[in-house]
């Protein structure tokens, strides 16, 4: 069985940085390109960053680059997203999701299978 537990969210100031976690098991965690996508309150899902399977291809949304590092550890089984400079449109539940192919050459082609129960970051002073 495929799970994906997201854990580190939090409340934290303007400008202030958190560390994203997901521990996955019950599938070859580096076979599949991982991503992690957010939902603030009374929208829709939005991607955020996306890396491929070996962890050296990573993409991100404009609204984060530069801001945020997404990283994996497959000898763990870890997908991990530091997120500095944190601002209040920041704010949003976060899940972790896996994605159905190895590596994807665009971040709009990703598609994804399974994801967690999410995350809750709040940015707010």
């Known amino acids: 069985e495929v799970q994906l537990v997201e854990s580190g969210g939090g409340l934290v100031q303007p400008g202030g940085s958190l560390r994203l976690s997901c521990a996955a098991s019950?599938?070859?965690?580096?076979?599949?390109?991982m991503s992690w996508v957010r939902q603030a309150p009374g929208k829709g899902l939005e991607w955020v960053s996306l890396i491929g399977s070996g962890g050296g291809s990573t993409t991100y949304a404009d609204s984060v680059k530069g801001r945020f590092t997404i990283s994996r550890d497959n000898a763990k089984n870890t997908l991990t997203l530091q997120m500095n400079s944190l601002k209040p449109e920041d704010t949003a539940v976060y899940y972790c999701?896996?994605?159905?192919?190895?590596?994807?050459?665009?971040?709009?082609?990703?598609?994804?299978?399974?994801w967690g129960r999410g995350t809750q970051v709040t940015v707010s002073s």
């Open positions: 999701t896996k994605g159905v192919r190895k590596d994807y050459s665009s971040a709009s082609g990703y598609e994804y299978d399974y």
């Open positions: 019950g599938f070859t965690f580096g076979s599949y390109a």
